[in-house]
T-cell receptor, first 111, second 116 residues
Framework: GEDVEQSLFLSVREGDSSVINCTYTDSSSTYLYWYKQEPGAGLQLLTYIFSNMDMKQDQRLTVLLNKKDKHLSLRIADTQTGDSAIYFCAGTRSGNTPLVFGKGTRLSVIA | GAVVSQHPSRVICKSGTSVKIECRSLDFQATTMFWYRQFPKKSLMLMATSNEGSKATYEQGVEKDKFLINHASLTLSTLTVTSAHPEDSSFYIC????????????FGPGTRLTVL
């Protein structure tokens, strides 16, 4: 089955860019997602990318997909203290199949 | 985007009691809903897949008699934790898939269950 790996921690200074990396094993993953979870809260969908895309940008967020290496990254430009949270990447083959989540990367933003 | 709600958001119960958690798609019909469980500082693990009008499909290791799932309508799925024990304390999150106009699942805000 699918396996999704993420680094567990990332610490950046306010105003810098953050890059959170993710690797996955299932080459048939068609939809790849990034979710944000703040303490005690549910999941907030940040962005997603289809496997036929290489890059997607949405305001401060840029997602890069290297399908050959099965590598996904999320770049947050001008990181703010409000961006401190756990970020999960997840993949699935289609919308009606369950998501497989990575363990999450805890982003700490230092003022 | 589409909205999924969960009720209650937080529940504390005594060991041995049953707790029902509701997951509703507020502005779309969900043909499929998923139930996930998240332990503290851990990732989300799929518990079961729920299709409207049919029995839920449970993941290996999830007791179907303990975690009863009912998807009686296209906008509501319920998870009942029967005879809850402290080890059932967790964060339960549902997601819903509409099957129309996109292929994205939408997540509810989660329900934090604490069993004393």
């Amino acid at each position: 089955g699918e396996d999704v790996e993420q680094s567990l921690f990332l610490s950046v200074r306010e105003g810098d860019s953050s890059v959170i990396n993710c690797t996955y094993t299932d080459s048939s993953s068609t939809y790849l997602y990034w979710y944000k979870q703040e303490p005690g809260a549910g999941l907030q969908l940040l962005t997603y990318i289809f496997s036929n895309m290489d890059m997607k940008q949405d305001q401060r967020l840029t997602v890069l997909l290297n399908k050959k290496d099965k590598h996904l990254s999320l770049r947050i430009a001008d990181t703010q203290t409000g961006d401190s949270a756990i970020y999960f990447c997840a993949g699935t083959r289609s919308g009606n199949t369950p998501l497989v989540f990575g363990k999450g990367t805890r982003l700490s933003v230092i003022a | 985007g589409a909205v999924v709600s969960q009720h209650p958001s937080r529940v504390i119960c005594k060991s041995g009691t049953s707790v029902k958690i509701e997951c509703r798609s507020l502005d779309f019909q969900a043909t499929t809903m998923f139930w996930y469980r998240q332990f503290p500082k851990k990732s989300l693990m799929l518990m079961a897949t729920s299709n409207e009008g049919s029995k839920a499909t449970y993941e290996q290791g999830v007791e179907k008699d303990k975690f009863l799932i009912n998807h009686a309508s296209l906008t509501l799925s319920t998870l009942t934790v029967t005879s809850a024990h402290p080890e059932d304390s967790s964060f339960y999150i549902c997601s819903a898939f509409s099957g129309r106009g996109g292929d994205t699942q939408y997540f509810g805000p989660g329900t934090r269950l604490t069993v004393l």
